[in-house]
């Protein structure tokens, strides 16, 4: 009796605390994600859905349009991480061995555009990049062209606002592994002959090596995704999956095919991240569990 | 230490000064081919900077490092013939037990056929053959420590840096490792300067100690010579058990002194060494094993004590005397016959060559005084 009354007093504020996550979860995130599941197994007739079982979706996924569009979200995805790399870790390198104020200046450069949304961000870069934008008048002004250049709606405008948009995830996850890198093992490095390139090549690198993997994953699966970038930068000139996918819903009104493409894309995410974990890597990096 | 001994490291006037923290003052040290000195002291009394500056890795604020002659003090840890065991042993993680020790080899582009060659004989050496292709993670403790060591040995380095390589292990494999650590430099004949807060250890395996306090080096002498005749109270304190008395000098007569002391008087020896003068603040230190007892005043000694209590330890009897003054004096003794019974009223009394007398700190600074006074520095 006592240890039954004992038992629910126990059991009433656990359930009291989690119930509103789980059922949040429920309705949010299993439900919306069963429902894609579902539909995209149905058909279309033009305008609404039609509710019976086929495969044609995901035949159709192998269309070549659809594998050219494939392809450039893969290479735009590719050097947005590439680019995010070589230009994250110095910056993650230089904080974690700054000091503790400068520091503090760098995380707070880096965090409060975080804070805005980040289509107003990009529609900032448009007044810069555009035809009549800042930086042509300047150049145009200087004589150093002639006719104002084409940097807007490229695909390298697309990959300029990935990597302004992105280039956070691998920064955070670099610095993370760079400032909890045991600093004897660097003297030790050096007081085994090995001189500061070395240091970094042998020992740094490869032990800060999770931190740019996690970093790398964080970027290159949003990249596929973010079809607003394409939208914004490319003007819709350059598709990518995440643009696909959102026309599916919006302009051809199939949803069947678009729910069947976004279930590619969780398929080739996961797998992806499997592969992170194959290789030893730790979910937590990844801010996952 | 003979003359014919050849220097090795030479510290010359260094000061290191972090901000406000004078972590090392004036210090001029010289270490000879093959010794193992002991650098000794409670943390924070600036033994490890030591340590890092002879190993390159802290620059000395002022002064010299000498290695074998020529001045390195500004040189990277990787310009010198020196190597560090560190006391959390620093092994990369990602590499193997081979890749580990192979490591300052490959930074010298050995071929491939000598370090493979060189890497086992070291491993036979810290009979750790077979381990090669293990990682760290998977090894002891006292694996790990074996591994730091060859790591550095393998280089034939001219001074091996051990900066407390034994704090991380439990007691028994400490003791073990100590003999083990002692057997291998008598064996290469590498000079060791280790680093260490334990006295036993320092006492067991070095063949000259460096005793910190606070920054300034107390005494730098052979562990026999630093326990039987410490230079400072700090020292005599520090190093085993002491009983130490704030006394005056009362009478000097030839080479015997009688000091007071606050609960009575006793006696003490001088030799052309050590000179004082009457009414000179001198410390009198006795190890409990010296301290002895009598039913009867026993001349030149007037303290009286009440035995409070007693502990056994093992083998050894402890006995706490309680004098007047509340002062408690430790005595030791291995039969419980000679140990004095609880409650018994006692004098207090030692042979006169066991006593070590120790100028007191306060005595020095009125002498720094005076010579600033006479225009010196």
Known sequence: ?289 | MSEDKKPIVEIKGVNKIYGDNHVVHDLNLTVYEGEFLTMLGPSGCGKTTILRMIGGFEEPTEGMIYLEGERVDTKEPFQRNVNTVFQSYALFPHMNIFQNIAYGLKMKKVSKSEMKERVEEILHLVQLNGFEKRYPSQLSGGQKQRVAIARALINRPKVLLLDEPLGALDLKLRKEMQIELKNLQKKLGITFIYVTHDQEEALTMSDRIAIMNQGYLDQLDTPETVYERPATRFVADFIGESNIFETVINKISGDTVNVGLEVGNALGLIDENFSVNMSEMVYACVRPEKIKVSKTEVKGFTILGKVKEQIYVGNVIKSNIILVNGQVVKLSRMDIDEAPKIGDIVYIYWDVEDVVLIKSRGFMIHNIIENARLGGD
């Open chain 1, 1 to 289: 009796m006592s240890n039954g009354s004992k038992k629910r007093k126990n059991t009433v504020p656990l359930l009291a605390t989690i119930s509103p996550v789980a059922i949040w979860l429920l309705l949010l995130v299993a439900a919306p994600l069963l429902y894609v599941f579902f539909l995209s197994f149905m058909a279309t007739d033009g305008y609404n859905v039609v509710f019976k079982f086929n495969l044609d979706n995901y035949k159709n996924l192998l269309n070549p349009t659809y594998l050219e569009i494939y392809r450039n979200s893969f290479i735009i995805a590719f050097f947005t991480t590439l680019i995010c790399i070589l230009l994250g870790y110095p910056f993650a390198y230089i904080m974690a061995s700054v000091g503790k104020r400068s520091k503090t200046i760098m995380m707070i450069m880096l965090m409060v555009p975080f804070w805005t949304n980040s289509l107003i961000r990009l529609n900032g870069w448009k007044t810069i990049l555009g035809k009549t934008g800042v930086l042509n008048s300047l150049l145009l002004s200087m004589g150093i062209i002639g006719e104002p250049l084409e940097i807007l709606y490229t695909r390298g405008a697309v990959l300029l606002g990935m990597v302004y948009t992105l280039i956070p995830y691998m920064i955070l996850p670099t610095f993370a592994s760079i400032d909890k890198l045991d600093g004897t093992l660097l003297e030790a490095s050096g007081d085994l002959g090995a001189n500061k390139l070395h240091t970094f090549l042998h020992v740094t690198l490869p032990l800060t090596f999770p931190g740019i993997f996690s970093g790398s994953i964080m970027i290159f699966i949003p990249c596929l995704g973010f079809f607003f970038v394409s939208d914004i930068m490319g003007g819709g000139k350059s598709q990518l999956i995440g643009n696909l996918i959102e026309n599916q819903f919006k302009a051809a009104n199939n949803w069947p095919f678009g729910a069947a493409l976004s279930v590619m894309l969780i398929a080739l995410i996961l797998i992806m991240v499997a592969i992170y974990k194959k290789s030893g890597g730790d979910m937590e990096d990844l801010g996952v569990m």
